[in-house]
């Protein structure tokens, strides 16, 4: 995780729903020496108080330069401190975050027409996010689902909506249609709950209201 093997740079966020937080920011990761080089010089505005990166002698012991029209993208000292707090317990966190999905898995079974995100059996995920899939699911039942399990109680939510749908990408010409499966995803997934204090009843509550709220809106379509 965080290797570069397959990309030049990784990048995590610690926004607070994620695995771990620094309550905001992120950080970039890269073992190409000139990337870490530049990345750290953008995030302060472009300035570099190395004198071996001067173009010119310098001023004094207060001298700097500022060679590219960077960024403020400094983390604090205490949102920092509170990520590498984390870090000491992203292992547990992670151990935590598979149980609960197993969990899931074994609850959702033999449940007819709702299916878990498949997952490779030679990798472990994080599970920032636990996903399930509806079947000949529409856009008012998808929407009916998600509306119905917060009414009752359970927070659903959908992640993610394909970013060319958004006003910015369709004043560039992207339209609806563009990737298909894409949004038959889209239309068909549902976030649950997932975090480490969910307690067995809370996700066998979870599991069977959204069953039978599936079966509500499924036989009502057939009938």
């Not at 899931?104 to 996010?129: N, V």
């Not at 509806?134 to 509306?147: A, G, I, K, R, Y």
């Not at 560039?172 to 563009?178: N, R, T, W």
């Amino acid at each position: 995780m965080g290797c570069c093997e397959y990309s030049d740079i990784c990048v995590f966020s610690f926004h607070p729903v994620k695995i771990i937080t620094s309550a905001e920011g992120g950080a970039a990761l890269t073992n190409d020496q000139t990337l870490a080089n530049t990345m750290a010089k953008l995030r302060s505005h472009g300035i570099t108080g190395n004198s071996d990166e001067f173009n010119e002698p310098s001023h004094g012991v207060w001298y700097y330069q500022q060679q590219d029209l960077g960024f403020n993208y400094r983390m604090t000292d205490l949102h920092a401190s509170l990520g590498i707090a984390q870090l000491t317990k992203v292992d547990a966190f992670v151990k935590r975050r598979n149980n609960l999905a197993n969990t899931y898995d074994t609850l959702f079974a033999d449940s007819i027409g709702i299916t878990p995100l498949a997952r490779s059996e030679s990798s472990m995920s994080a599970y920032h996010l636990y996903v399930i899939r509806l079947e000949n699911c529409t856009p008012d039942q998808h929407n009916f689902m998600v509306s119905a399990l917060r009414e009752k109680g359970v927070f659903a939510h959908v992640h993610y909506i394909p970013i060319y749908l958004q006003p910015y990408y369709q004043n560039l010409g992207f339209e609806a249609g563009y990737c298909a499966e894409a949004e038959s995803y889209y239309y068909s997934a549902i976030t649950l709950p997932l975090y480490p204090t969910l307690t067995l009843t809370q996700q066998e509550y979870i599991v069977s209201t959204t069953e039978a709220l599936y079966l509500e809106c499924t036989s009502s379509d057939e009938s």
